[in-house]
């Protein structure tokens, strides 16, 4: 009865079509793009247009006191939108709207549902650039990469997404608006809001607009694959290039396991008899390009590494998207792929893929191992059958120790996918109970009655 006057209220205030109840298309948001996870049917699912009909549907989670799920395109790598107490669903994906690119002040204003892509194909325009590039680009939407702090392809010189936004409108929980940020480089009012609410997961309020920096696009790139026949020297690489003072736009691995599935999806000509590759770029004025793709390679051959220069764009797109290809291939090889995103210093990066070679050697596990190897970043991904419980208990036992050797590396859980649901059990490990404590704290001043993402991050 209750969900009936809810939806009833919500048709009222937003329109009918714009509140969905029939069954598919409350099972079409069960679930998102991460493996393993638990379930849950939502009573309604809501596609808001602006920034009032946001508010509209907070004020009635309110008075019904029924939770909200904010969803972007469901790309996270965490559960992060998975409604796992009923309640609403909010698709943002009809707020899209580019609303403003500042080339004065070298910002874009847009709403949370513009995809990545096409924000930054927007600014190309105008000889901009922003920089956060996840591998799901083409379909992440600007609020979700907002919500999760998303890292990407750029990391390693650019920075991640909370480097990026400047500016803030939120709903809280209570259905009031708040701005926070804006677009001045200079802002230390305050707490710092706008950074609080980058990563937050949709738990702590919904962002309806977003302020971001820009930067010039870089003038020239040069990009590389460097291949191994030991993935230490991979490895050693990594830190040889920036120690040399060189820091690559780009610099991603690959191993064995990934370099054979990606090539038997693309079909690129990549070696599938190595043991790793690297993906190096180097971007910038064309003199400095030059010098530090020269430095790469002194350290590349130091480590009895072969390096390939892109002889043209298209060889260039080519080696980009074998690595953005990285996850779906290997999720192509079996039902399931469990993917983490457990992250070290730069200078742990050898400890940690021989760390993540012992578990899958010692579980038994295909464990495809790639990622952002300058960031210290890296997506170990199991390779399994969720059907397969014998299986499934070593996965999560070697999942277990993978996080366990991060912490212990100095790292942390999760560069880039957030904890959503999946690494909530291991938060204590990284912050301690005082620290947990302190999470919770916030939680509860920003939504005491528990009503954004119930169940994600902490639960209260
Ligand atoms: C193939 C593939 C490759 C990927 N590569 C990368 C990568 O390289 N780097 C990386 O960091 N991630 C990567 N991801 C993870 C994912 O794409 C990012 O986390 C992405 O930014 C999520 O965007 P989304 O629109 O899909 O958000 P969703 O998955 O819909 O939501 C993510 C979280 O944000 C919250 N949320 C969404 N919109 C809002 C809003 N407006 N206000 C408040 N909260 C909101 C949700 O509640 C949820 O907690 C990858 C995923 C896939 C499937």
Do not use: W
Not at 107 to 121: D, K, Q, R
Not at 193 to 208: N, Y
Not at 424 to 446: C, D, H, P, T
């Amino acid at each position: 009865m209750v969900v009936k006057d809810l939806i009833k209220e919500l048709r009222q205030a937003i329109g009918k079509n714009a509140v969905k109840t029939e069954k598919e298309d409350l099972e079409s948001y069960t679930f998102d793009a991460t493996p393993d996870m638990p379930t849950g049917l939502p009573d309604v699912v809501v596609i808001p247009e602006s920034t009032d009909h946001v508010q509209a549907i907070v004020t009635l989670a309110n008075k019904y006191n029924v939770p909200v799920y904010t969803r972007g395109s469901g790309t996270n790598l965490s559960g992060g939108t998975i409604p796992l107490k009923k309640g609403i669903v909010m698709v943002m994906l009809k707020m899209n709207k580019i609303l403003e690119i500042d080339v004065e002040n070298l910002t874009a204003t847009s709403e949370p549902g513009v995809i990545i892509a096409e924000l930054n194909a927007a600014v190309a325009e105008h000889g901009l650039m922003y920089p956060p590039d996840p591998g799901s680009v083409d379909t992440a939407t600007m609020g979700g990469s907002v919500a999760e702090c998303s890292g990407g392809l750029r990391g390693l010189k650019y920075g991640v997404t909370k480097h990026y936004v400047m500016g803030l409108e939120v709903v809280l929980a209570n259905g009031k608006i708040m701005t926070c940020g804006g677009k001045t480089v200079k802002n230390v009012s305050g707490y710092d809001m706008v950074k609080l609410f980058v990563g937050s997961e949709g738990t702590l309020g919904i962002i309806t607009k977003i302020i971001s920096k820009l930067i010039p696009a870089p003038e020239a790139r040069k990009t590389a694959t460097a291949t191994f026949t030991s993935i230490d020297d991979a490895a050693q690489t990594v830190s040889g290039i920036i120690k040399s003072k060189v820091i690559p736009a780009t610099l991603e691995i690959m191993d064995n396991v990934t370099i054979k599935t990606v090539e038997n999806f693309l079909h690129l000509g990549l070696p599938i008899d190595a043991e790793a590759i690297l993906v190096i770029e180097v971007d910038g004025i064309p003199e400095v390009v030059e010098k530090e793709m020269d430095a790469v390679a002194r350290v590349c051959k130091a480590n009895n590494g072969n390096l390939k220069i892109a002889a043209n764009a298209a060889e260039r797109d080519g080696l980009l998207a074998a690595r953005r290809a990285a996850l779906p291939a290997l999720a192509q090889l079996s039902p399931t792929t469990v993917l983490e995103d457990a992250t070290v210093p730069r200078s742990k990066v050898p400890d940690m893929i021989r760390a993540i070679r012992a578990v899958a050697e010692k579980y038994n596990l295909t464990i495809g191992t790639f990622g952002h190897a300058g960031d210290g970043n890296l997506h170990p991904t199991i390779i399994t059958d969720e059907a397969n419980t014998d299986e499934m208990a070593r996965v999560h036992k070697a999942v277990d120790e993978i996080f366990d050797a991060a912490i212990k590396l100095g790292g942390t859980l999760s560069g880039e996918h957030g904890i959503g649901i999946a690494k909530q059990k291991y938060l204590l490990n990284e912050f301690g109970e005082s620290g947990i404590e302190a999470l919770k704290a916030v939680k509860r001043a920003l939504d005491p009655d528990n009503i954004l993402n119930p169940g994600k991050v902490v639960t209260i």
